[in-house]
C-alpha cells in the first residue's frame, strides 16, 4: 500500500526479533532501514526508536562508545518531541527507556554513580507514566546494580519487586529475567538449591521464546554454580554449552560489519546533505549574476550624476572633515566597548562552564532521594560558582554527609570546594576511615600539606568550616564532628545545638596536631538533623537591616520541622527572600535537613 511510517516499523520489529535471536548482523541490517524510510518522511519517534535499537545492538557485541553515541542521539529527539507535546506518554515511556540503557553503558563501565542517577531517573519517569512493564525493568537493572556491589540482599529485594510485576502482567520475559538474575544471587551466596531452581527454570522460558542470547547467560551461570559446588563435568557441559551459543551469536567479522553498516548510513547521510548543498550554491550562484547585472545597471546611472555629486562634496568638505574626526573617535570607543564586552563574556563563559564541573562533582538529586527520601536540600550560591558544598559517601553500614564552607566566594571558594571534595574522596573511599573526628584530622593535614601553610613564609590562608556526621542505620545512631561549626538536632520537639571544634580546617594557623572531637547522639524515628553553613545567619535585612542571626534561624527551624520536607525548603527559602528584600546576597547558603 505504499504505507512508509508501516514499512519502516516492520523493519523495525524485525530487526528486534533478529537481536532476540543474537542475529546482530541481521538487526542491524533491518533497523538501518527503518531508519532511512524514517528519517526521509521526518518521523521523528521512530527515528528515536532506531537509533536506541541501534545502540542495543551495539551493547549486546560490547561497543559501549557506540551504544551510548546512539542512545544519547534517540535521548535528544525523544526531549525534542517532548518540548513539543509534553503530554505524549508514549514518549514519556520512550524517554525512561533511553534512561535506563545509557544506566546500562555506565554499569557495564563501571561509573556507578552515573548508572544510579540514570536507572533513578527512567525509574521516576516510568512511576509517573504507570509504565509496569518498564518497572519491572528498572528494579530489575537497580537489583543488578547491588548485586555489583555485592549487596546481595537489595540485590535480591530489587529483583523480587521486578519479578512481582512481571508475574502481574504476564511478561514470560521479564519473569525469565527475574528468574535468571535471582538464580545468580543465590549462587553467590551457596543457596545451591534455589539457586538451580530458578536458573533451570529461566532456562526453559528462554528457550521456550527462541531466546539464545539470555539462554547463553544461563548456561554461564550455570557453570559457575555447578563449579561451587564441585561438580566440574556438568560445569564443563554447561560451559561448552555457553561458548557455542557465544561463538553461534557474534564474532569478530560480524563486529566489523555491523559497524560498516552503522557508517555506510552516516556516510550516505552526509553525502545527501552535500547533494543538497550544490543545489542551494548552484540557485545562490544564478541569483548572484542576477544581482550582478542589477548592479552594472546602477552603476551606469551613478555615473551620470557623479559629476553633481562631487560639487556637493566640495560645498560640505570642511563640514564632513569634522564629521569623520568625531565618527573615529567613537568608533575607537565602541571597538574598546566591544573588546571589553567580548572579555567579560568570555570570562563569564568560563566560570558558566566551571558551574557546569562543580555541579557535577556535587551528589546528584536522584543519588541524595535514593540513600535519603526524607530530606531537603536548600542550596542558593551568592555567585554563579559557590564556596560552599556538601557531599555524601556510602562505606559499609555507614552513611557519611559533609556540609562545608571555604573561605570566599566564587571563584576563589569554588576552587577550595573542588579540592575540599576531591580530599574527602580520597579519605573515605581510597583510605577507608570513617570515623567523622578521624576524616577532620586527616583532611586538615592534607589541606596544610597541599597550601604549604605549614611554612612560615607562606601568605596561603585558605581554609573551611564543615561539618561531618556518620549515619550508622543498624545501631540507630549518628557520630558528629565540627570544624569551628555547628548543627541543629530536634528530638521530641526539642531542639539542641552540636556544637564542633573551634578550629578550622587549614586557614592561618597552618597546625597539623589539631585532634577533633567526635560525638555519638541516639536517634529515634521522627527525629531532625539540620546541617547548614553561615550565609543564611549572615545576611542582612528586615526591617532593621540587620543580620537574621542564630537566634531566629534556630526558631524559623524548630517552626517549620513539623512540615514534609519539600514543604520545609520552600518555608527557608521564603523565609530567606522575604528577609534579603532588595539587599544583595552576602554569602553562599546551604541549609541541609534529614528526618530519620
Not at 545492538?57 to 542512545?71: D, M, V
Request: aromatic share 10%; with cysteine; charged share 25%.
Amino acid at each position: 500500500m505504499g504505507n512508509k511510517p508501516e514499512i519502516a516499523r516492520s523493519y523495525a520489529n524485525i530487526g528486534i526479533l533478529y537481536e532476540s535471536l543474537g542475529n546482530y548482523e541481521k538487526s542491524m541490517e533491518n533497523n538501518i532501514k527503518s531508519l532511512k524510510i524514517s528519517d526521509q518522511s521526518g518521523d521523528k519517534r521512530a527515528v528515536s526508536n532506531s537509533y536506541n535499537n541501534i545502540g542495543n545492538i551495539y551493547i549486546n557485541t560490547g561497543n559501549q562508545e557506540k551504544a551510548l553515541e546512539n542512545y544519547l542521539k534517540s535521548l535528544h529527539i525523544k526531549q525534542q518531541i517532548f518540548s513539543e507535546s509534553p503530554d505524549d506518554i508514549v514518549n514519556k515511556k520512550g524517554i525512561g527507556n533511553v534512561y535506563n540503557n545509557i544506566g546500562l553503558i555506565y554499569m557495564n563501565t563501571a561509573n556507578y554513580k552515573k548508572a544510579l542517577e540514570n536507572y533513578m531517573a527512567a525509574l521516576e519517569i516510568r512511576e509517573r507514566t504507570g509504565d509496569k512493564l518498564g518497572l519491572a525493568s528498572s528494579y530489575n537493572n537497580i537489583g543488578l546494580l547491588y548485586f555489583a556491589f555485592s549487596d546481595y540482599e537489595k540485590a535480591l529485594m530489587n529483583q523480587q519487586k521486578s519479578l512481582k510485576i512481571s508475574e502481574e502482567i504476564g511478561d514470560e520475559q521479564g519473569i525469565a529475567a527475574s528468574y535468571l538474575n535471582i538464580g545468580s544471587i543465590y549462587t553467590k551466596q551457596n543457596i545451591f538449591d534455589k539457586s538451580y531452581q530458578y536458573l533451570n527454570n529461566s532456562l526453559t522460558l528462554f528457550k521456550k521464546a527462541g531466546d539464545i542470547n539470555s539462554s547463553k547467560e544461563a548456561y554461564a551461570v550455570l557453570s559457575e554454580l555447578n563449579e561451587k559446588k564441585g561438580d566440574y563435568k556438568k560445569a564443563f557441559d554447561y560451559h561448552q554449552l555457553f561458548s557455542n551459543l557465544k561463538d553461534s551469536i557474534f564474532n569478530e567479522q560480524s563486529s566489523k560489519q555491523i559497524a560498516e553498516m552503522n557508517t555506510k548510513y552516516d556516510s550516505e547521510k552526509k553525502d545527501n546533505e552535500l547533494i543538497k548543498k550544490d543545489a542551494e550554491i548552484s540557485k545562490q550562484q544564478a541569483e548572484t549574476e542576477k544581482q550582478n547585472l542589477q548592479r552594472n545597471a546602477f552603476i551606469i546611472g551613478f555615473v551620470l550624476v557623479l559629476g553633481l555629486a562631487f560639487f556637493i562634496y566640495r560645498s560640505f568638505r570642511q563640514k564632513q572633515s569634522v564629521n569623520k574626526s568625531l565618527e573615529a573617535k567613537n568608533k575607537l570607543i565602541e571597538k574598546q566597548k566591544q573588546l571589553v564586552n567580548e572579555k567579560n563574556e568570555k570570562i563569564t563563559d568560563s566560570i558558566q562552564y566551571a558551574q557546569r564541573i562543580q555541579q557535577a562533582i556535587l551528589p546528584s538529586s536522584e543519588l541524595i532521594n535514593f540513600v535519603l527520601p526524607d530530606s531537603f536540600i536548600f542550596f542558593q550560591p551568592k555567585d554563579i560558582v559557590s564556596g560552599d558544598f556538601y557531599w555524601l559517601s556510602e562505606k559499609s553500614d555507614k552513611l557519611l554527609i559533609a556540609i562545608a564552607d571555604c573561605t570566599g566566594h566564587g571563584v576563589p571558594g569554588a576552587f577550595m570546594s573542588m579540592i575540599g571534595n576531591t580530599l574527602l574522596n580520597e579519605i573515605v573511599n581510597v583510605k577507608n576511615i570513617t570515623k567523622p573526628d578521624q576524616i577532620l584530622n586527616e583532611l586538615n593535614k592534607s589541606i596544610v600539606n597541599l597550601l604549604q601553610q605549614n611554612n612560615n613564609e607562606s601568605i596561603q590562608d585558605d581554609g573551611m568550616d564543615l561539618t561531618i556526621v556518620a549515619i550508622d542505620k543498624t545501631a540507630n545512631q549518628i557520630e558528629f564532628a565540627g570544624a569551628n561549626h555547628f548543627s541543629y538536632y530536634i528530638h521530641q520537639n526539642e531542639l539542641t545545638p552540636l556544637e564542633g571544634d573551634i578550629y578550622s580546617i587549614g586557614g592561618a594557623l597552618g597546625k597539623t596536631d589539631i585532634n577533633f572531637t567526635c560525638q555519638k547522639l541516639n536517634i529515634t524515628k521522627g527525629d531532625t538533623l539540620y546541617l547548614f553553613t553561615d550565609g543564611y545567619i549572615d545576611q542582612f535585612g528586615g526591617e532593621k537591616n540587620t543580620k537574621f542571626l542564630t537566634g531566629r534561624f534556630s526558631k524559623l527551624l524548630h517552626d517549620v520541622q513539623q512540615q514534609d520536607m519539600k514543604q520545609q525548603k520552600e518555608s527557608l527559602k521564603t523565609a530567606f527572600d522575604n528577609w534579603k528584600g532588595n539587599n544583595k546576597q552576602l554569602d553562599d547558603v546551604l541549609v541541609m535537613g534529614i528526618k530519620f
